[in-house]
């Protein structure tokens, strides 16, 4: 799998994500994150036509990716991921986002696609933050106790594992989130946990 991990939206490589572009340049777009109790449907769905319509401009084929759709429906949404070349995951609430992953059997799935040299994996705040094996350290910024989905009551703290430290997107940025991630930060530092910070333009690339 390649990832394109954005601070914020699309970042700064953008002719480095067009060179990245799998063969098959289907890609699902996940906007899951953005469910938490209190969101604004249409709010989110703005946000998700303007993504979907930047991704067709550099030359992906994107359609929209609703987990809830797959909400224990696992092997129909194995079979989609499979017809796709990528995904891409929206910021939002890292916690909502992992539930969703859950109760859909993504992140079962993941642990195959992971092993797809063709599949590209794009995305950005909350996209890229539960990539990390846990989201302890995100808890300020995002509010784990926020259940949009009657499948789930407890926070779920395990990430997809993929690394072993965590992101910390929006750092030092003009951004209304910066100030709390730089009260994670300091939770990191006092923890010894890993983590990397990422100011909104920067983009980790990994082919």
Not at 39 to 57: G, S, V
Not at 112 to 118: A, F, G, M
Request: charged share 30%.
């Amino acid at each position: 799998m390649k990832y394109y991990l954005s601070s914020y939206k699309f970042g700064n490589q953008i002719e480095e994500l067009k060179n990245i572009i799998p063969h098959n340049n289907r890609v699902g777009h996940i906007n899951n994150s953005r469910d938490w109790v209190g969101a604004d449907p249409e709010r989110a769905n703005k946000h998700q036509q303007e993504e979907m319509e930047f991704l067709n401009k550099i030359g992906f084929k994107p359609e929209a990716l609703d987990l809830k759709e797959y909400f224990n429906k696992t092997k129909e949404l194995k079979s989609k991921l499979n017809s796709l070349g990528g995904i891409w995951v929206s910021g939002g609430n890292t916690f909502v986002l992992r539930m969703a992953m859950k109760i859909s059997g993504f992140d079962n799935i993941f642990k195959e696609l992971i092993n797809r040299k063709d599949f590209l994996y794009g995305g950005y705040s909350a996209g890229i933050c539960i990539l990390s094996d846990s989201l302890k350290s995100i808890e300020i910024v995002d509010d784990p106790n926020n259940f949009p989905y009657k499948e789930i009551t407890k926070p779920i703290y395990e990430g997809l594992g993929v690394f072993n430290y965590s992101f910390m997107p929006h750092y030092d940025s003009d951004h209304f989130e910066s100030e709390a991630i730089e009260k994670e930060i300091q939770r990191c530092i006092d923890n010894k946990w890993l983590f990397k910070a990422l100011r909104d333009g920067d983009v980790i690339i990994v082919n």
